[in-house]
């Protein structure tokens, strides 16, 4: 954590999920490193990291997929290593990667799914009515899914998870790959779904944008919880506005606000980045005091980016890319100790 102290909600008396020093590790790697949270029955929260912060691990932790290392996690109640099955029929899951049958139509999708989780023969063509047309897909039901589009699979598949009623939905990168269009209009069916059905929506992305339409987030780096809030009330926590400048020397740039403005800013993204408080009237100051030429300059409110970055010192884009070094790294380690 980066100069802040964590901020939480009061829990819930009875959590939809309740997570208590929960860890996964997988040899010398640490995906998940003891965190700790509650879920309210009813809301959609959501988890905020770059690809490989641990939320899938954590998810398939919660999902019963994965056996966690240490820890504890109830979900709907119920224990996920010592109940795991009465975990299962109160949960659906979307996963990131898709895992429809893609020569079956929608409705055969959509019963084979009802027969694993035991639903009822005579609620079956209800619910599946239901759910298809809550989603826009009734009147594709009987059409092969490999015709559909990304988009018409991913709100299938949120269909699907949805035919047993389940107290907790999970939805891990619901519209990653997809194009922003169809990512808005999935989130549409979210919302619509929150108000439709009494469930508790628990999601991962790494999209700044879709964590705005939770109720809280938890942002994860390297395996543990940064921060958990409303996302409003993580940007007010940020204070300052954000100010990005392109120039030719951003190393120059960086100790020029040093000793002009005694500003610790950063590189990321080929820019530097800071905050101060508003930035509208210190742009001035800027082009008139720093001394290195500026070839172009914004600055924007607060962002659930600016609130990572205060966090953990990075933005989530960067952070993914020292990610994916250090795994890499790892592996090379790993197998270097084979030969």
């Known amino acids: 954590m ?14 939809a999920i309740a997570v208590h020093g929960l860890e996964k590790r997988f040899g010398p790697v640490e995906a998940v490193r003891g965190v700790d949270f509650e879920v309210a029955a009813g809301e959609v929260f959501g988890f905020l990291g770059p690809n490989g ?3 899938t691990t954590t998810i398939n932790m919660l999902c019963t ?7 504890s996690a109830t979900v709907a109640g119920y224990d996920v290593v010592l109940e795991r099955d009465d975990v299962r029929r109160h949960i659906g899951l979307v996963f990131q990667d898709p895992t429809l049958d893609s020569y079956l139509t929608a409705a055969q999708n959509l019963r084979l799914h009802a027969e694993l989780y035991g639903v009822p023969g005579k609620l079956v063509a209800p619910r599946m009515r239901q759910v298809l047309t809550m989603v826009g897909l009734w009147d594709r039901k009987d059409v092969t899914v490999g015709t559909f589009s990304g988009g018409m699979r991913r709100r299938l598949e949120i269909a699907r998870g949805l035919m047993h009623s389940p107290r907790v939905l999970f939805l891990d990168e619901p519209t990653i790959g997809l194009d922003p269009q169809t990512r808005r209009s999935i989130w549409t069916y979210i919302r619509e779904l929150k108000e439709r059905e009494e469930i508790t929506i628990f999601m991962t992305t790494h999209y700044m944008d879709e964590a705005e339409w939770c109720d809280r987030i938890a942002i994860m780096d390297q395996g543990e919880i940064v921060a958990l809030d409303s996302p ?9 506005d954000r100010v990005t400048i392109h120039t030719d020397d951003n190393e120059a740039a960086l ?13 990321a993204e080929g820019a530097v980045l800071f905050g101060v408080p508003a930035g509208e009237a210190f742009v001035p100051r800027l082009f008139a005091e720093l001394g290195v030429p500026i070839r172009a300059v914004s600055v924007s409110r607060p962002s659930l980016d600016d609130v990572f970055m205060s966090y953990t010192g990075t933005t989530i ?23």
């Open 232 to 240: 409003q009330r993580l940007k007010e926590g940020v204070g300052t």
């Open 317 to 339: 884009r960067d952070a993914e890319e020292d990610i994916s070094k250090h795994r890499n790294r790892v592996m090379m380690q790993m197998m270097g100790g084979r030969r």
């Open 53 to 55: 912060a641990g939320k």
């Open 2 to 15: 980066v100069g802040h102290e964590m901020a939480r909600d009061a829990p819930s008396p009875d959590p």
């Open 65 to 71: 997929l994965l056996k966690p290392t240490a820890g």
């Open 255 to 267: 100790e020029a606000l040093r000793e002009c403005f005694g500003i610790e800013a950063r590189i």
